[in-house]
């Protein structure tokens, strides 16, 4: 089974399929082909292989120089930066009735800075002995 791919990037000379389909430069199909083909043609075009889709048959492979490639990554890393987050971070913090004046000042600090990041907050007070 073939390494899952984690992140956008050039896929290098190791390519772990016999027969791909490979896409140009500007996105335009230039067929199914052979890997050493796409080596070939990767080669002569000094540009980078890269994968976009694993998941049918023959993998989907394109063309990019460092340039696109580049900009891909910047595009993905603000698009999955302005989806919102699907989980709730959720922070606790406990205090003790006895607690010192200082500590109560940074403990009360760091919950408005989880209120900011809009984390959810339980506060806890104890009895002191």
Same mark, same amino acid.
């Given at each position: 089974?073939?390494?899952?791919?984690?992140?956008?990037?050039?896929?290098?000379?190791?390519?772990?399929?016999?027969?791909?389909?490979?896409?140009?430069?500007?996105?335009?199909?230039?067929?199914?082909?052979? *890997? $050493?083909?796409?080596?070939?043609?990767?080669? @002569?075009? #000094?540009?980078?292989?890269?994968?976009?889709?694993?998941?049918? %048959?023959?993998?989907?492979?394109?063309?990019?120089?460092?340039?696109?490639?580049?900009?891909?990554?910047?595009?993905?890393?603000?698009?999955? *930066? $302005?989806?919102?987050?699907?989980?709730?971070? @959720?922070? #606790?913090?406990?205090?003790?009735?006895?607690?010192?004046?200082? %500590?109560?000042?940074?403990?009360?600090?760091?919950?408005?800075?989880?209120?900011?990041?809009?984390?959810?907050?339980?506060?806890?007070?104890?009895? $002191?002995?």
């Amino acid at each position: 089974e073939p390494k899952r791919q984690t992140a956008f990037g050039s896929a290098g000379r190791r390519i772990p399929y016999r027969i791909v389909h490979l896409l140009n430069q500007d996105g335009k199909s230039l067929g199914n082909m052979h *890997r $050493a083909e796409a080596l070939k043609l990767m080669d @002569q075009h #000094e540009l980078k292989l890269v994968l976009l889709n694993e998941n049918v %048959d023959p993998p989907v492979y394109r063309l990019m120089s460092g340039q696109q490639i580049h900009e891909e990554q910047l595009k993905r890393a603000q698009e999955r *930066r $302005a989806c919102p987050k699907s989980e709730v971070v @959720q922070k #606790e913090i406990s205090f003790s009735s006895a607690i010192a004046k200082n %500590d109560f000042e940074t403990k009360t600090k760091h919950i408005a800075q989880w209120i900011e990041k809009k984390y959810h907050v339980k506060v806890t007070i104890r009895q $002191a002995k």
